[in-house]
């Protein structure tokens, strides 16, 4: 039977490390038995990922060639998204997907643009786009936040 795991949780998180590092791996940086490091991917188990062993996995990701370190990344996410939520109100969701569509078109456009020409303006429209996109994502998944929340 498959687990399921939110997004944005540090259980999917763990899960998706432990892809790339193996069970094996994940349990020696750590110091724990393989069992252990396994229940930090469980949403229903009560053993939750210490922060320092967060940090030498992400390190070892980084090492084992990903591109960004999963848990910096996740409890960044999860603070910007809970500040948003948390001065928000309730968001209408219909707008906040329409702000998504409109960023995320001129995003990929401005990288379009940037992959073929490679001028310094068209690469830094593309960051300052792209930029514009993950706020709007962020601000769209504090909506729903929000909307829980509130229900």
């Not at 514009?132 to 909506?143: N, R, T, Y």
């Amino acid at each position: 039977m498959t687990l399921r795991r939110e997004p944005l949780t540090y259980e999917n998180t763990m899960l998706a490390v432990a892809k790339v590092l193996g069970w094996d791996t994940v349990a020696g940086i750590c110091g724990v038995s393989s069992r252990s490091a396994r229940y930090w991917a469980e949403p229903e188990c009560q053993k939750q990922i210490r922060m320092i062993d967060a940090e030498r996995l992400d390190r070892a990701y980084i090492e084992a060639g990903g591109d960004h370190r999963p848990f910096h990344r996740l409890m960044t996410m999860r603070l910007d998204i809970a500040d948003m939520a948390a001065n928000a109100g309730l968001a209408d969701l219909t707008t906040l997907t329409a702000i998504v569509a409109k960023e995320a078109g001129e995003a990929v456009s401005a990288l379009i643009i940037a992959a073929q020409t490679g001028d310094r303006a068209s690469i830094r429209n593309a960051r300052k786009e792209a930029e514009d996109a993950i706020h709007a994502l962020h601000a769209s998944v504090a909506g729903i936040e929000s909307r829980e929340a509130h229900a």
